[in-house]
């Protein structure tokens, strides 16, 4: 069951890497769309054993952006130079958009 | 921008709460003055852009984030700049000199269980170097990287991947986030046969307190091609110098990157008992000292394992530490031993196949079961270590932190000695006295890197109860204190005490540490009180 959850974030991790532009050499990082983001960072965590679920829940863009900026409880803060605004607030509205991914395993 | 303490009130209250969203203890260094710090401000957002500087307590608020006790309020920094180039970083320097502002850098902010971004004295800036992310060379036929503080884990890997270079990254426990760079200058280390970074790191970029460019080893050489191929250059050997210190700013690196291997095999060995360490580290030893087993050999407690996958409260009720009994049903429950040691063999099937055998003689003489993928599939701690130990990208020890309730606390305590198995006797026996005094429990590890033994302790605590977190703070410091009377002291800490630590090490290193700082950065703006050096 725990393994099966693993796989499924690393089979995630491969689409969404698939699905994005290769970072070119020299240059730095582009911004990047809320899949990529959602399966490099919170994906390993929100769904891999570790954090809640939180795709499906309809969470309110507010308060996913409060908790990525302050990271509640055990959760670490992530800064604008990790996820920039811009991109966070595609994030927080791609997050609470989403369906349920009935692969992910929470805790 | 709404900075807005009162200096007096600061130095005399000690700490203060702003704005009520929970910073708190944004005292201004000794060494500026509030106008002087809004001066600073000023002028380094002419440098990076007003969106690049953070000093009101509520943009500043995700870099005061920290797992570490810090009871006092004590290492919240006052402020956060980010620069995209070198030049800024200079330029940053700069106004720093002039000013007197202490610059605190990191690289990803992600050196969880050591202090994030917070800093080891009050007053200090975030010098975030996480916008500095670019990839800059990646030689496939030497097997080797040039990248910026800025570059995660994943996005070397990503990199690599996209591009279908057969290179391996080697990771900390939480790749995904934290960067080459910021891991190898704290010198942490990593689970395939390339773990210990600061050995396969070749090169640095370095930006001295003055605002001169430093590259070590064959970096000054014009029209070198080995920079990142031969580590020493000529004369002293300088990359040292800038790991675990504050000499200077490191704005690239180079790494040796480990060529996939055509086959790879985890194996985990099972323990009965709690006892069993001695042995376990006395069949290890000569397995990786003579490179049988290429990479770190790593022994984790029931406990350990237990606490990443679950809550506390799961598997005990009772008062103090959880007792060794509870441990033992839980992990046997669960697929566990209670040590279970990890390591990994690498090369052809051939090679594999032949060194094998060896190593199983050894083991099973131990009264270890060796287990592989055919016995394990299926099994979480299994799988962690298997994805870890051929570099895979994994978040999963975060887990660790919520193992006392949701409050999110944890200091690594990280003694070292030499890898004798009569070691760990009186080092576990210690750990678990201190630890009981305080009610918490023996979640800890031992790591063969190759001749010494790490004893890798994860306190773990609930950092929203403030007499916890200041029980935590008590714990750290006597297990510091204590293992340190016996010879044996850490190999990196946390910011809450990087100065006690550094006294164990001696006078005579301290002041040729302090010697050279003064020398080199004689404002002391670059992190004073990393590793106890001011």
């Known amino acids: 069951m725990r393994l099966g959850s693993s796989l499924v974030a690393i089979g995630m991790l491969a689409g969404a890497t698939a699905a994005s532009a290769s970072q070119a050499l020299g240059h730095t990082q582009a911004a990047r769309p809320p899949e990529k983001i959602y399966a490099v960072t919170c994906g390993y965590c929100h769904g891999t054993n570790v954090g809640p679920i939180i795709l499906g829940r309809h969470l309110p863009p507010a308060s996913i952006l409060f908790m990525t900026r302050n990271g509640r409880n055990a959760m670490p803060a992530f800064r604008p130079t990790e996820i920039s605004n811009a991109e966070l607030e595609k994030l927080a509205a791609w997050i609470s958009a989403s369906a349920a991914n009935p692969k992910e395993q929470g805790k | ?534």
Request: net charge neutral; proline share 6%; glycine share 10%.
């Open chain 2, 1 to 534: 921008m709404s900075f807005n303490l009162d200096r007096r009130e600061v130095l005399t209250a000690g700490a203060i709460g702003v704005l009520g969203t929970g910073v708190q203890a944004a005292r201004l260094a000794p060494s500026i003055s509030k106008a002087g710090f809004a001066a600073v401000v000023k002028a380094m957002q002419a440098v990076v852009g007003a969106d690049w500087v953070f000093a009101d307590p509520d943009s500043l608020h995700p870099y005061t984030k920290s797992y570490v006790p810090d009871p006092h309020h004590a290492h919240a920094p006052v402020g956060a700049v980010c620069p995209e180039t070198v030049e800024q970083v200079q330029a940053l320097l700069k106004i720093a000199n002039q000013y007197k502002q202490p610059l605190w850098p990191v690289s990803t902010g992600k050196n969880m269980g050591y202090g994030m971004t917070t800093a080891a004295t009050p007053g200090q800036m975030i010098l975030d170097l996480k916008r500095m992310n670019r990839i800059l060379e990646v030689d496939p036929d030497l097997g080797t990287a040039l990248i910026e503080p800025g570059v995660t884990y994943q996005q070397l890997s990503d990199y690599l991947a996209e591009n279908n270079i057969p290179l391996w990254i080697d990771v900390p426990t939480i790749g995904p986030i934290a960067s080459p760079v910021g891991n190898t200058l704290d010198r942490g280390v990593g689970y395939t046969p390339y773990g210990d970074h600061l050995t396969f790191q070749c090169g640095m970029e370095v930006v001295l307190p003055n605002g001169e460019i430093l590259r070590t080893g064959m970096g000054s050489i014009k029209g070198t091609n080995a920079w990142q191929a031969f580590k020493y250059g000529y004369g002293p050997v300088h990359d040292g110098l800038f790991t675990q210190s504050n000499f200077g700013v490191v704005t690239k690196m180079g790494l040796w990157l480990m060529p996939k291997p055509p086959a790879y095999k985890p194996f985990m060995i099972r323990h009965p008992e709690m006892g069993d360490v001695g042995k376990i580290v006395e069949t290890m030893r000569p397995l990786r000292v003579a490179s049988l087993i290429p990479n770190v050999n790593l022994m984790m407690s029931a406990a350990y394992q237990l606490a990443m996958f679950n809550r506390r409260s799961d598997v005990w009720s009772g008062e103090g530490s959880i007792s060794d009994e509870a441990v033992k049903k839980a992990a046997k429950a669960n697929g566990l031993g209670m040590w279970n040691t990890y390591f990994a063999l690498y090369g052809t099937e051939q090679s594999i196949a032949a060194i094998e055998p060896i190593v199983r003689g050894a083991i099973g003489a131990s009264g270890g079961e060796v287990l592989t993928e055919a016995e394990m599939s299926g099994n979480p701690w299994f799988h962690h270590h298997a994805t870890l130990m051929r570099g895979g990208l994994s978040l999963e020890e975060i887990g660790l932190v919520r193992w006392k309730g949701n409050g999110g606390g944890l200091a690594w305590f990280a003694p070292v000695a030499a890898a004798k198995g009569s070691e760990t006797v009186g080092q576990t026996a210690l750990a678990k006295e201190i630890l009981g005094k305080y009610g918490f429990d023996y979640t800890a590890a031992y790591a063969i890197g190759w001749r010494e033994l790490h004893h890798i302790i994860a306190l773990l605590y609930d950092k929203s109860d403030p007499a916890e977190e200041l029980k935590a703070d008590q714990c750290y410091r006597e297990m510091v204190v204590r293992f340190g009377e016996k010879g044996w002291a850490s190999y990196r800490t946390g910011v809450p005490s990087m100065a006690l630590v550094s006294q164990q090490y001696g006078q005579v290193n301290r002041d040729f540490n302090k010697t050279l700082k003064h020398a080199i950065d004689p404002n002391h703006i670059i992190a004073p009180g990393k590793s106890g050096i001011v």
